[in-house]
Structure formats: C-alpha cells, structure tokens
Nanobody, 128 residues
Framework: QIQLVESGGGSAQPGGSLRLSCAAS????????IGWFRQAPGKQRERISC????????YYSEAVKGRFTISSDNAANTVYLQMNSLKPEDTAVYYC?????????????????????WGQGTQVTVSS
C-alpha cells in the first residue's frame, strides 16, 4: 500500500509560482498513475494533472494547461506539480493521489475512483 505526503502549499500572489510535492512511502510509484486534484469549499473535486509511471503520459486540464507542469523524480520517489502564472481561481485544496495503472492515464485521471491512495491535501491560496 502506498502512502502519500504532500507539501509545498501556501500563499502566492497572482502571477506567482508554487511547487507542490507528493512523496510516496510504503511503496514506489512504479506502475502507478499519480494525479493531482483540487477542491474549493463547496465545490466538486477537479482533476488537474496526472502522470503515468509506466509510459510517462500526462494529462492536464484545460484550466491549467500551459501553466502547470507535472513531473517525477524516481530517486526521490516524488511527483511534483509546478504551478506558474497563478490566478486567484487556482485557490483550492490540492490533493495528490495514486492508483495502480489498470487503464489509460486519461481514463484514470477523469475518474477519481481509480485512485486508492490520497494525500492529506495542501492549501493553495492565490491573492494579492
């Protein structure tokens, strides 16, 4: 069973940057899809980005495409989400999640039920 610990959340000004980290323990990211999701209070969870360890394929939502980049560091057993050009509407609790890759990264990223391990969430606040 994989356990995930998130870090890197905090406050940023519009146009600023943050990098979120998702570190795994108990297992590695081998043969997993790792996803980043976000949820604002009273809102539904929104998928942001996913990456497949198996084939390296990635997914980005239209809301973050071109601004956010997902990457992985196998030696550190960590997946990152680099967030640039932050906007106030990016304010949310960000979660990372992992699941064994049993289908395509796109299919998994669009259905949170595929992910069986979730981080605790980290708050990202973008404001002046």
């Amino acid at each position: 069973q994989i356990q995930l610990v998130e870090s890197g959340g905090g406050s940023a000004q519009p146009g600023g940057s943050l990098r979120l980290s998702c570190a795994a323990s108990g297992s590695t990211f081998d043969h997993h899809v790792i996803g980043w999701f976000r949820q604002a209070p009273g809102k539904q969870r929104e998928r942001i980005s996913c990456i497949s360890d198996g084939d390296g394929k990635t997914y980005y939502s239209e809301a973050v495409k071109g601004r956010f980049t997902i990457s992985s560091d196998n030696a550190a057993n960590t997946v990152y989400l680099q967030m640039n050009s932050l906007k106030p509407e990016d304010t949310a609790v960000y979660y990372c999640a992992a699941g064994p890759q049993i289908t395509t990264v796109l299919a998994m990223c669009n259905q949170p039920a595929f992910f069986d391990s979730w981080g605790q969430g980290t708050q990202v606040t973008v404001s002046s």
